[in-house]
């Protein structure tokens, strides 16, 4: 199940978290899977967070709780990224390592494991683009290209890797990066995976991505780098968007697990498409929909082709995405509560009015567990 820690009431770790964990574990769940845990920009963005590493204060129950200074020290000389904090923030990475781990450890008692989320690019002015310029490139910025949904294309306005300085210092930051993932969760997914084999850049200032270029990525050489550290690499790629051969033969390689989308698989124009169910296969998670998609019951009501459904209901769309070959089903959250649309965390290419949805105190029913839990079940994945 996806639900983001904004997301739950109150938005922080705790009583609320761990209710959440003992709601997912009564109604037969696995899995919780949660945005990016870094400080949100200013719209409330995970994904232009100003750190690759460090976790957001705002998620903390006990933002007073004391520090040591030698727990400060400890935790700053296995992690090279907080050397430079200052004593609060460096306190605040404590902090939240200690609430993190007692959540972790809550949630594997009750048989919930947890999975996170890498972005693929860093904020413009982050910590990471100022303290490690060498690592960037000037004059370009990340995007996507133009696709049916987009005519101009995506602006991201990331700053993009200087791949070849990345490999001269050994992918050394990746490697840190991918490992502070790993230290933290069970399972990371990989946003925007495409961008290690190609990424669309734009020229810095253009109006829109129309005027971008594909640019080349390192392949399979920054996962081999960090396996090299880290041993087995327990990621999911995110393959969405334009995926080529080379995409599917790198995530192949790397023996990654990709993602279909049951709203991605009703295009009348694409049969073959991956994500329609009769297409799936053991070696990717199977998704309702992402923090960027509508609700189910606000796609259901937007679309134009309902002869096209299995079901028209959203419990009848969640029994049968559910017989997919996939080891892992992900649900969202909103969806359990067969919310519209307003209850959707992102809509692409809008600056405001994202990422607020929180669950309603008192959602999280008995009777819920029970309904789920019984669908799990009929499904064999409890």
Sequence with gaps: MQLHLTSLP?????????AWVDFLAAAGQSWWQVLPVGPPDRHGSPYKSRSAFAAWRGFLEDPSAPVSRAEAQAFAERHPWAQTMSARALADQVRFD????TLRAYATERGVRLIGDVPIYVAPGSDDHREHPELFLDGLVAGAPPDAYTEKGQLWGNPVYDWPAQRR??????????GRAVELFDVARIDHFRGFVAGWVVPEGARDARGGRWR???????FEAARAQLGALPFIAEDLGVITEPVDRLRHELGLPGMVVLQFG???????????????????????GTHDTDTLAGWLASFEHPQLLP???VWGLTRWWMDSPAPLVMLQAQDLLELGSQARM???????????????????TRPLARRLRQITAAAGRC
């Design 10 to 18: 109150g938005g922080r770790l705790g009583a609320a978290a761990r």
């Design 98 to 101: 200690r609430e993190w781990g």
């Design 169 to 178: 210092r050994g992918y050394r930051w990746w490697t840190q990066r991918l």
């Design 216 to 222: 080349r990525g390192p392949g399979r050489a920054v």
């Design 266 to 288: 009703f295009d009348p124009d694409d049969l073959t498409s991956p994500h329609r169910l009769e297409h799936h296969t053991n070696d990717r998670v199977a998704y309702t």
């Design 311 to 313: 079901a028209r209901d």
């Design 346 to 364: 992102n809509t692409p290419g809008r600056a405001g009015g994202n990422w607020s949805w929180q669950l309603p105190a008192g959602a999280l």
